[in-house]
């Protein structure tokens, strides 16, 4: 029902947009709260930006001025603008989207920052 895109190779300082396409969410999708996470092997899932139907966003320190998150529709749920990427940005990328009930996770996609 979620699914990422947009992922890829690039090089440090440069930029990428995710997108995350949505698709059979029950309810009023305004309602959903949509997220974004990354996760990099033998770490913890990072929670990066969120936003909500009313606008309303959130944002992690670690990308605060970097990343910038926008809801753009009912079929592409929400996307992830990333500038100025780091090495240290490598990682598999998940949409989510928590109703009232569920959080839905997207497979992931991968993003590697090269130095």
């Known amino acids: 029902q979620l699914v990422e895109s947009g992922g890829g190779l690039v090089q440090a300082g440069g930029s990428l947009r995710l997108s995350c396409e949505a698709s059979?969410?029950?309810?009023?999708?305004?309602?959903?709260?949509i997220g974004w996470f990354r996760q990099t092997p033998g770490k913890a899932r990072e929670g990066l930006s969120a936003?909500?139907?009313?606008?309303?966003?959130y944002n992690a320190d670690s990308v605060k001025g970097r990343f910038t998150i926008s809801r753009a529709g009912a079929k592409i749920a929400a996307s992830l603008q990333m500038n100025s990427l780091k090495p240290e940005d490598s990682a598999v990328y998940y949409c989510?989207?928590?109703?009232?009930?569920?959080?839905?996770w997207g497979p992931g996609t991968q993003v590697t920052v090269s130095s």
């Open positions: 936003i909500q139907g009313d606008g309303r966003t």
């Open positions: 989510t989207a928590t109703g009232r009930s569920e959080t839905y």
């Open positions: 059979g969410l029950p309810g009023e999708f305004g309602e959903y709260l």
